[in-house]
């Protein structure tokens, strides 16, 4: 099966507060994630993701939403675990730093967050 465009993301909870990584690319914070590959299905492209731009297996995730990006979707996850060991995360080159954000200082980052990111923890938060 190929997804065309199509983009898996993880939002980690953890104790109210929520996981963003800033990009080394344009300085926005914003969810781990990235393209799904040709034969690749969502669950594992986020899988794989994860571990490259984190260092870190979670297998145990679900599925939040699929919202339609460009012709295809963006698929967004969601983990929630107060054991979550933030000291086992090792970034690639594609982030600079990463820290947890309650959800008030994630409306206080404004022009520092990719805007679909708050979309994202919103939802997550009515669910």
Request: aromatic share 14%; with cysteine.
């Amino acid at each position: 099966m190929v997804f065309i465009n199509m983009v898996s993301l993880l939002l980690i909870e953890k104790n109210k507060e929520f996981l963003l990584l800033k990009r080394s690319d344009n300085g926005l914070y914003g969810l781990p994630g990235g393209g799904v590959e040709e034969n690749e299905t969502p669950n594992d492209a986020l899988i794989r993701e994860v571990k490259e731009e984190m260092g870190v297996f979670i297998p145990n995730f679900k599925l939040l939403k699929k919202y339609p990006y460009n012709s295809s979707f963006l698929c967004v996850y969601y983990f929630k675990s107060s054991d979550f060991d933030e000291n086992t995360i090792v970034l690639n080159n594609e982030h600079t730093e990463f820290n947890f954000f309650s959800y008030f200082e994630v409306l206080n980052l404004k022009n520092q967050i990719i805007p679909t990111t708050i979309r994202f923890i919103n939802d997550y938060l009515n669910i």
